[in-house]
C-alpha cells in the first residue's frame, strides 16, 4: 500500500502548533461555561419542564455529556467485538 501522504519538510501545519492548541482549548473551555452558565438565566430556560430534573439549570449539558461518554465507552468494547485485524484483507492474497 502506498504513503497518499507525503511529508515535504520537517514544518508543521497551523493546527499542529502549540500555542493553536492551548487557544483553540481555551476558546472551547470558556464557551462550555458559558453555556452552562446560561442554563441558569432565567430567559433562556423552559417556563414548564416536562421532568423535575430539567429545573436543573446544567441538566442538559450534563445529559449530554454523559451520553457520549456512554457512546464511547461502548464504542471501545464494541470494536472488540466485531473489529477486524489490520491485515485482514491482506490475508487472502
Given at each position: 500500500m502506498s504513503d497518499q501522504?507525503?511529508?515535504h519538510s520537517g514544518e508543521e501545519g497551523w493546527a499542529d502548533k502549540k500555542s493553536f492548541r492551548n487557544a483553540f482549548?481555551?476558546?472551547l473551555v470558556v464557551a462550555s461555561i458559558?453555556?452552562?452558565v446560561a442554563g441558569f438565566v432565567p430567559a433562556w430556560r423552559k417556563?414548564?419542564?416536562h421532568f423535575p430534573?430539567?429545573?436543573f439549570g446544567v441538566f442538559f449539558a450534563v445529559w449530554g455529556f454523559a451520553a457520549f461518554m456512554f457512546i464511547v465507552l461502548a464504542g471501545q468494547h464494541l470494536r472488540k467485538l466485531v473489529g477486524r485485524k489490520e491485515d485482514y484483507y491482506e490475508e487472502r492474497e
Open positions: 501522504h507525503e511529508h482549548l481555551g476558546v458559558l453555556a452552562a417556563e414548564h419542564p430534573a430539567e429545573e
